[in-house]
């Protein structure tokens, strides 16, 4: 029954598309740009009993798409079977209704305006369902030309995602009370694809190495505990993500750096209260140890990244092992300097503490009491014992100080007398350091390669041919962790 209504489904959408060329003799063309936004899971009513259904379309991605013509914002369940509400139906069935409302919103979008460009813009569980929504599309042959899917946190992600690492092992296992069906990718046969990624989020960058427990660990934490499975603070065009495209050209992935100081393993420390400065030290060598459980595709490179799903492994290869020995030295030997340099600064502190300020002296009224007048003289005599006794001590000081050293006497050709047979009074030495300029730090890298493969899909999307792939030069280069060519 469910595969003749998805082959019901797509034969509607095809005698759609066959009455588009009608439908644009009677509708006005202004190519104006429509927004299609599909939210993810909704809070759990456990946690949040009145937080609903939240809007968060505008807050995608730092607002990226907040000033399209048109926005349309997918209505669905939001659910996660029990893990949301004790009644709330499972994530299959949510988000088939995600996915059959988006398709409806795109063929209705182009019906409206038949030359505007498009938006299909899902997170999380919502870019499960725009993931599904471009595989009806494709197959019903839908031209998608003016049409750029954009998904963030997705799980369907090949390299990484939470539905595609176990897809060789477990595909369509069935999982009761949430009711999810595992075994879901996002590939693409014509469309254009912006998939954003943060990094180390447990359910779309998983590592591949499920031996390494600690990378296991922070990703789990990151995504469930931490904010790293959140998209609203995103921001895609930043210099410093990383940009890889599949060999087609297609689907551009976006790899959104964890800040340093950052990871998910270490934010318990800084919530028990470690200074921030001892978790940024501590970061170089254990990022260098998650890291060897990824093997990422090579950024300095177009068309590394996969375009299939990509399971667990279980050891990287000989010379993968040697990268990582390099690697985890280089970090711990980073992290090492860092914290001597704390320790460093901290003794110094010690030894030499900064003068306080003495605090103003205070006048007394010529009105005062008595009472205060004595306390004021008392005072008074303190504060001129007190003076004495430091002048005393002053004098102690040079009187105990060292002599200061005899000068070497002058060269003979260099020494001048005076008429009166005296040396004349020396100039003394000039003490000033030489004069040394801080190196300015060097111009990081512009975004030219997150702005050039954006630019790049935009340009292919609003072209009027249909199956352009994009030329993005995916060239920004990562921090230190393995890559590979795929």
Do not use: C
Request: hydrophobic content about 35%.
């Amino acid at each position: 029954m469910s595969v003749f209504r998805r082959w019901l489904f797509g034969l509607s959408v095809m005698l759609v598309a066959a009455m588009l060329p009608f439908a644009t003799s009677v509708i006005p063309s202004h190519a104006a740009t429509t927004t299609i936004f599909v939210n993810g899971t909704r809070p759990s009513t456990y946690e949040w009993p009145n937080a609903g259904y939240p809007d968060d379309s505008k807050k995608m991605l730092q607002g990226f798409f907040a000033n399209s013509d048109n926005d349309v914002v997918i209505a669905y369940a939001r659910s996660l079977g029990i893990m949301t509400a004790p009644n709330d139906p499972g994530y299959d069935k949510s988000v088939t209704e995600a996915t059959d409302k988006t398709v409806v919103a795109i063929v209705t979008a182009r019906m409206n305006d038949p030359t505007g460009h498009i938006d299909v813009v899902g997170e999380s569980q919502g870019a499960d369902g725009v993931s599904r929504a471009l595989k009806i599309l494709e197959g019903a042959g839908y031209d998608t030309s003016n049409i750029t899917f954009y998904v963030a946190g997705n799980i369907d992600n090949n390299d990484g995602g939470l539905m595609t690492r176990l897809m060789p092992l477990i595909n369509g296992l069935h999982i009761p009370l949430i009711g999810v069906t595992y075994g879901q990718s996002t590939q693409t046969q014509y469309s254009h694809v912006v998939q954003v990624t943060n990094e180390f989020d447990g359910a779309t960058d998983l590592p591949v190495y499920p031996l390494n427990l600690l990378a296991v660990l922070n990703a789990f934490l990151g995504s469930f505990k931490y904010d790293r499975h959140t998209y609203d603070k995103t921001d895609i065009t930043d210099p410093n993500n990383i940009v890889t495209t599949t060999p087609d050209g297609l689907l551009t992935n976006i790899l959104i750096p964890d800040p340093v100081g950052q990871l998910a393993i270490t934010r318990p420390l800084l919530d028990m209260g470690v200074p921030q400065s001892i978790v940024t030290a501590l970061d170089p060598f254990l990022r260098a140890l998650i890291n060897t459980g990824y093997d990422r595709p090579d950024p300095s490179k177009p068309g590394t990244y996969p375009d299939h799903p990509v399971g667990f492994r279980l050891l990287p290869s000989p010379a993968e092992m040697v990268h990582d020995v390099v690697m985890v030295l280089n970090g711990l030997n980073e992290t090492l300097h860092q914290l001597g340099a704390l320790a460093w600064q901290a003794i110094n502190a010690k030894l030499h503490p900064k003068a306080t300020t003495p605090a103003p002296t205070s006048s007394v009224p010529a009105t005062s009491s008595p009472d205060v007048v004595a306390a004021v003289s008392t005072s008074s005599d303190v504060s001129v014992a007190k003076t004495r006794t430091d002048a005393k001590s002053k004098d102690d000081a040079r009187v105990h100080a060292p002599k200061p050293l005899k000068k070497l006497p002058k060269l003979p050709h260099a020494a001048k007398q005076n008429t009166d047979g005296q040396a004349p009074e020396e100039t003394p030495a000039d003490t000033t350091p030489a004069d040394s300029k801080e190196h300015a730090p060097k111009d990081r890298k512009s975004g030219d390669g997150v702005k050039h493969a954006l630019d790049a899909v935009h340009k292919a999307t609003h072209a009027p041919k249909k199956h352009d792939a994009p030329s993005a030069d995916a060239s920004k280069p990562a921090r230190p962790s393995r890559t590979h060519h795929k």
